[in-house]
């Protein structure tokens, strides 16, 4: 691993400092900087599962139309760098570092999370960017990227994950994603379970927020670029956000727009050629992600059983992801996530009954390949990106998502 710059070092050991789940340092960071936020323009993405699908198609849409097009997502899959996008392109390490060192002189006690948010909107506005697609990190009312007013929020899909933060319900959760919502700002949203639209409902009924949903009909308007039967709503979604925050966008325009979105580890097929089977890399790391994948994987191989390569983080809801994907493996390797709060080998086998504990990723995948079925890739963000390197499609720049290690 090359040597790390000093500046990641000292905002990666926040990583895993406690989320104070206050605007108020976001705020307190924002004016010191100048208020970049004001001098942008956004789309704002909340949801369990789809926003950084629906935050991607929006800026490739935006680029296609000619403006200039940020992007903010978390996590990240390679390096921390692809957190920051213009017009598809990261950062660059002197930009990064210019940015960083800017709002670390003034971060005082603020999480990695709030740092990276300032780095953010400072970057964007120094770039003088058009539209941000403004992905949301945990939850909504509270997370730090709610320091915006944007010409348009987005609910995607809702489901328990990060129930300890967010509440144990559905309409809990939806509350917590809703207070994105601004008095008078238009929000979109997909059909839900009746409780969760009620939340939301309520919650924009409260707000003063014009909410549309976007219905059945509209799912089949425009192709997904991304697999997945669930990538039909996430681009209805990004569709009707973009209509409204860039009003004269056409349909060839935005055809063309969603062809180019380059999302990578969601549902993504890594063809091997030769007699190795296909891979399937997919970050699902909750139930409502875990039933989508396996959704796909039975419409890919509806008269086979796959391997599945499994890992997890500890916090996740590990036996409910385990009941929805154990029924489409024959088989089932269960490999450590690269984070220091990966579940341990005891919690997967708990989880899914029947698998066998390997020592890494890479071992995992020889033996996926000696038993000759197409491989399923799942459990984890984190892992997912490890598996994109080990198969060459992505670079293994030493920037994991928790603590750098000590070695250089």
């Not at 993405?45 to 699908?53: E, L």
């Not at 919650?203 to 059945?216: D, F, H, I, W």
């Not at 796959?306 to 390797?333: H, N, Q, S, W, Y």
């Amino acid at each position: 691993m090359k040597e790390v710059p000093a500046q990641l070092r000292a905002l990666f050991a926040r990583r895993q400092s406690d989320a104070k789940f206050s605007l108020e340092p976001i705020r307190r960071l924002c004016a010191a900087l100048g208020h970049p936020e004001r001098r942008l323009r956004f789309i704002h993405i909340a949801g369990t599962n789809g926003k950084g699908s629906v935050a991607a198609m929006c800026a490739a849409v935006t680029q296609e139309a000619g403006l200039r097009a940020g992007l903010y997502t978390s996590p990240h899959l390679y390096r921390y760098h692809e957190r920051f996008r213009l017009d598809g392109v990261e950062i660059t390490d002197a930009e990064l570092a210019v940015h960083l060192d800017r709002v670390l002189k003034i971060a005082g006690d603020a999480t990695f999370f709030e740092i990276s948010t300032a780095l953010a909107l400072s970057w964007f506005a120094a770039r003088e960017v058009d539209l941000v697609a403004w992905e949301t990190g945990i939850g909504g009312r509270l997370d730090a990227t709610n320091v915006v007013t944007p010409r348009v929020s987005v609910i995607a899909s809702i489901g328990l994950d990060h129930t300890q933060l967010l509440g144990d319900t559905r309409a809990e959760i939806a509350r917590e994603k809703a207070g994105i919502f601004k008095s008078g700002v238009p929000a979109v949203t997909c059909e839900h379970p009746p409780e969760v639209a009620a939340a939301i409902e309520a919650a924009a009924a409260k707000r003063g927020t014009p909410l549309r949903v976007v219905g059945e009909k509209e799912l089949g308007a425009f192709e997904p670029p991304l697999a997945g039967a669930h990538q039909r709503a996430n681009a209805a979604l990004a569709v009707a956000a973009l209509r409204l925050a860039i009003p004269a966008l056409g349909d060839d325009t935005i055809r063309a727009g969603l062809r180019n979105t380059r999302w990578p580890a969601r549902c993504q097929l890594v063809e091997r050629g030769g007699d190795r089977p296909p891979i399937l890399v997919d970050g699902a790391h909750n139930p409502p992600g875990a039933e989508a994948l396996a959704a796909e994987v039975r419409r890919r191989w509806p008269e086979q059983a796959v391997t599945l390569v499994f890992g997890a983080l500890a916090d996740k809801r590990i036996a409910e992801m385990g009941v929805r994907l154990r029924p489409v493996a024959d088989e089932v390797l269960l490999v450590p996530t690269p984070s220091e709060r990966a579940a341990s080998p005891a919690a997967l086998r708990a989880a899914l009954p029947g698998g066998r504990t390997m020592p890494s990723l890479a071992a995992a995948l020889d033996e996926a390949d000696r038993l000759g079925r197409p491989v399923v890739v799942a459990g984890s963000l984190f892992l997912a990106g490890e598996a994109l390197i080990l198969l060459g499609g992505g670079r293994d720049a030493g920037h994991p998502n928790e603590t750098f290690p000590n070695a250089r």
